[in-house]
């Protein structure tokens, strides 16, 4: 049997550790598309650690991998010595950059089609990925959230890339109606869960964007409880 891990909590450290680290070997899995929270969750309410041969699971040598660093500090630790949590960091910006940006070249081939000669089918196929791109780029800046939620660093580089999407949808305005002009007035609009998150001074570097962003907003004739939502936020980075 392997050494005992002390507690609950310090087992669910170490599986998000050990999630963070293996999901910088896919480049394009964010870490809770790699390992699901409902995995992390089961490992760390184990009552006593796995013994090694109980964390083979046959025919999935993700899932090995991370069972053996997760109950075995040794293991552990050489995956920690392996990639800081800095270098996951970047890892996970250069993911979130790239994920924003393939969504947004895969609506411009969609903006290209020639709506007019669409049959009213063809109409509701293209509306339907163009939902499916609102969707993705929610789930995105979703999970932008919940990394910060658990990381502090590479702050300014997830708000720079979120005030950057906030630019590129409003300068779309398909895109524009199906994240923030069609939203609820109930949730926190579009991208400013994600950016709220964030350290004042992260935020504060992207002021001259964010007027921007604002600029665009009203052009656009965003809802009045975006716009006030918007300026709660970055009021303090745009004085």
Do not use: W
Not at 195 to 201: A, D, K, T
């Amino acid at each position: 049997m392997l050494g005992s891990i002390q507690s609950t909590s310090t087992r669910l450290a170490r599986a998000h550790r050990v999630r963070d680290i293996l999901s910088t070997f896919d480049r394009n899995e964010f870490p809770l598309d790699h390992i699901s929270e409902a995995v992390c969750t089961r490992v760390a309410f184990l009552e006593d650690p796995k013994a090694i041969a109980d964390c083979l699971e046959q025919g999935d040598l993700k899932l090995t991998v991370f069972q053996l660093a997760v109950n075995n500090l040794a293991q552990y630790d050489i995956f920690c010595q392996l990639l800081s949590e800095d270098r996951c960091a970047q890892f996970f910006e250069q993911k979130l950059r790239r994920r924003i940006e393939a969504q947004i070249a895969a609506f411009d081939m969609l903006a290209k089609v020639d709506t007019d000669s669409l049959s009213a089918s063809g109409q509701d196929q293209l509306q339907s990925r163009i939902d499916g791109i609102a969707f993705e780029l929610s789930k995105i800046v979703q999970v932008a959230s919940l990394d910060r939620k658990r990381h502090l660093q590479g702050e300014r580089e997830k708000a720079k890339h979120l005030v950057s999407l906030l630019r590129e949808v409003c300068c779309r305005s398909r895109l524009f109606q199906a994240l923030i002009g069609n939203a609820s007035s109930v949730e926190p609009g579009f991208g400013l869960d994600a950016l709220g998150v964030l350290s004042n001074e992260a935020v504060m570097e992207q002021s001259d964007e964010l007027a921007d962003v604002r600029a665009l907003l009203v052009q656009q004739r965003a809802p009045n409880q975006y716009l006030t939502q918007f300026d709660e936020l970055t009021g303090s980075s745009m004085e």
